[in-house]
């Protein structure tokens, strides 16, 4: 059986990668956003999280 690259090839349980981002603002409004230490983009907080589907 070949598993894809978004199998876990131990349990063949499919694992996702999900971006997960938040929103914050202050009292006027004013949204944080964070910088990227390599490309100086500016982007939302957060980050990636890895889930399992449960079937």
């Known amino acids: 059986m ?7 090839k131990r ?6 990668k ?3 981002r938040g929103v914050i603002a ?3 409004n004013r ?3 964070g910088q990227d230490r390599d490309s ?3 982007s939302l ?3 990636y999280a890895e ?3 449960s079937t």
């Open 2 to 8: 070949k598993y894809g690259s978004f199998m876990h």
């Open 40 to 42: 100086a983009q500016w």
């Open 18 to 20: 999900i971006d997960i």
């Open 45 to 47: 907080p957060g980050g």
């Open 26 to 28: 202050d009292e006027t």
């Open 31 to 33: 949204l944080l956003l």
């Open 51 to 53: 889930g399992v589907i």
């Open 11 to 16: 349990a063949a349980t499919p694992r996702l």
